[in-house]
């Protein structure tokens, strides 16, 4: 099978061999991929668990149809389309844990869609609802909001009636288009004074929820832009994994600083993140509501310019690899 590997001499597309699936696992046959930032991440010498060893197989989500069970395995039959989360997905055929695999209804979705979009669901929802205790009639700031998690995160607020979305991005062209996916107001963290735009937008106040995908050196100020006794709940580090934490700030406005990823997690977590959010939201990704902008898909074979893409982060929204099968 034909599969996207990082190995010593970087990202390459390989001939291996057809994995088989273990006991509660299931063979898919790869239709389409997502791009994560951690799959550039895991290019650029950072781990985020994929699979495959020496030479590990690209990929932490995909959707495909089920054509092999393994062992244990009685909640998905063959034929099944399914979404997968996990690892080593950017090939022709993937195993998958059949507790972490969706299945839906091509009808309702289609395979780009498919392959992205309970990553971000899950992350979103485990961020704004379960760490960031959100009810409806708050306010929500999404810290970085023109990448795919941070436009569902938009939508998410909006759809569960947050009185007042934020969203914010340096990108001029970028920062124009999220109020199409939600964001009332636009904050442009490339200007000096992005706070006073949000303590403007917010009676003073802040944000009751703010979620961070930036970190490093924003983490002061935007612990200013959550409203005291807020949650301040940090999902990305994209502006850097280190920064001045002002301890004595964090006090006085008696914050909830949330950390939260999926890689530390169980798979019995996940599987726990993965129903709570879709129990919640999925009526809304079928109605239209809630959707992944695809700005571009790719082909397996040219996996190396969609993550160049990304690396250059021109791109709004989501970036897709589908497969010839």
Not at 161 to 166: D, E, F, N, P
Not at 244 to 273: M, W
Request: hydrophobic share 35%.
């Amino acid at each position: 099978m034909k599969a996207v590997t990082l190995g010593s001499d970087g990202v390459e597309i390989k001939e291996l061999a057809e994995p088989k699936p273990s006991q509660n696992q299931v063979l898919v046959k790869v239709k389409s991929c997502g791009l994560n930032r951690s799959d550039l991440l895991e290019t650029q010498g950072q781990s985020f668990g994929h699979t495959g060893g020496d030479t590990k197989i690209i990929g932490g989500e995909f959707a495909g149809e089920v054509v092999e069970l393994g062992e244990g395995v009685t909640d998905l039959q063959v034929g099944d389309n399914i979404m997968c989360r996990g690892g080593s997905g950017w090939a022709d055929y993937a195993v998958a844990s059949s507790k972490r695999s969706i299945k839906f209804n091509l009808e309702q979705i289609s395979w780009e869609q498919a392959a992205s979009i309970q990553g971000n669901l899950q992350t979103m929802h485990d961020a704004i609802v379960t760490n960031g205790k959100f009810i409806s009639g708050q306010t929500v700031f999404i810290q970085g909001a023109s990448s795919g998690v941070g436009i569902i995160g938009l939508q998410i607020a909006k759809a569960l009636g947050a009185s007042k979305v934020l969203g914010s991005s340096t990108n001029h062209n970028k920062l124009s288009k999220l109020s199409s996916y939600g964001a009332d107001v636009l904050i442009d963290t490339s200007q000096e004074d992005w706070l006073d735009s949000v303590l403007d937008s917010t009676d003073g106040e802040g944000a009751d929820v703010l979620i961070d995908m930036l970190s490093g050196d924003f983490v002061n100020k935007n612990m200013e832009a959550t409203k005291i006794n807020g949650y301040l709940i940090n999902i990305g580090r994209l502006a850097g994994m280190n920064g001045n934490f002002n301890y004595d700030l964090h006090a006085k406005r008696r914050l909830h600083y949330v950390g939260t990823t999926g890689r530390t997690r169980s798979i019995e977590e996940n599987l726990k993140v993965a129903k709570v959010a879709n129990n919640e939201l999925w009526n809304y990704v079928i109605d239209g509501q809630i959707r992944h902008v695809i700005f571009k898909t790719f082909s397996l074979d040219d996996a190396n310019s969609a993550l160049n893409l990304m690396n250059e982060n021109k791109h709004f929204g989501k970036l897709v690899l589908l497969t010839n099968q």
